[in-house]
């Protein structure tokens, strides 16, 4: 393993994937242990990817508390059938809610018929539960969550919002093997805005692939600001970059 800093932000850099995955997950379970220490539960909001596959089979295996955890997941499509395996929740179920006995799982909802009232639902949950950590992951087009650059404000007043998907975000979905063509990838979507997620206590970003690799060179040298959302992370007091080799491509030495 790897490491630097660079502003506020602290990098670790593994062989593979695997070894990432499992960095990442023992880190966040030995986080969770130390807050159960003196909370009487630990509310946690999840990413959805296939770049979260290696972190989210890792922290299955480790034991955890799941009893005395709320669970979030960060964004939803709109308008998927609620059976679609590309939809969020479902993949957090398959993958993580529907093996342990989590204290409550909040789901976001794509197919409400008022999208607003959703937005203030959820938005209503996350109030209620302030987020102690967030396991996130960084677009192609380096979005956090949706926050596509067109859409993502540091300043964003609201909770929960509805956005539309930019074509590299859109592109990613096929890219990943989420979808057969981008005909089939929806355009809108329901997404926690950035100041929550970056206003949560503890980050853990887990970023592996050569996809990526353009992405992580942005997130650590380009200005930070909305045409980059992720530069954001550079100022978070406490988040670690979890990447593998091949998404460190482009570090400079």
Known sequence: MK????N???????????LMGTAAAMELSRRVHVLLDSKEYVNIIFAAAPSQNEFLSA???LETDWSRINAFHMDEYIGLDNDAPQGFGNFLRERLFAIHPFREIHYLNGQATDLQQECSRYAG???????DMVCLGIGENTHLAFNDPQVADFNDPEIVKVVELDETCRWQQVHEGCFGHIGQVPTHALTITIPVLFKTPYASVVVPGEHKATAIYHTLYSEIGELYPSTILRKHENALLFIDEQSAAYIKP
């Open 59 to 61: 922290l299955s295996d």
């Open 8 to 18: 506020h932000l602290k990098i670790r850099i593994f062989e593979n994937r695997s």
């Open 3 to 6: 490491e630097l800093t660079i």
């Open 125 to 131: 949950l996350l109030v209620k539960y302030p987020a």
